[in-house]
């Protein structure tokens, strides 16, 4: 069978943080455009079998991530980087991370499609539903312990 170009129709949601306009591509592959506000921040979270790549398109954000090993071990401490324009962060499923605008942003998520029930908050500065973590997570900045 051919494969076929299909147009496709995106769907815009306002978020706490700002708002977010999604698309599926393919049938594993989907995108979103994320727009977080100054100062707002998304909920520290994992998903369970989504892998995802985050680009900076305009803005600056911070950004606090940890490697899967933090659900096994206590010496895993998290990282906090700073990403600008033209810099992307690659987050395989399982592993923790928060955005958080220090600019007005936009970020273009690309990832795996996974269940609706993939994504599993720890915290969340907006009242939402949390799975609290079994552990406290530490953050080094800029390399520092």
Known sequence: MDKETAKLQAVKKDTP??????????????GKILTILKGHKTSL??????DEVLYVMTGKIGVTHADEAVHH???VDAKYDVLVPGEALSI?????????ALE????????TRAPSKNSVKIEDEYG??????????KVRKNGQS
């Open 92 to 100: 395989p499923a399982m592993c923790i991370y928060r955005m958080e």
């Open 104 to 111: 007005d942003s936009e970020i273009i998520e690309i990832g």
């Open 45 to 50: 979270k994992y998903n369970q079998s989504k």
């Open 73 to 75: 071990y206590t010496n």
């Open 17 to 30: 943080w700002g708002s977010e306009i999604r698309w599926a591509a393919f049938a594993n592959v989907g």
């Open 128 to 137: 939402r539903a949390v799975k609290p973590f079994h552990r406290e997570i």
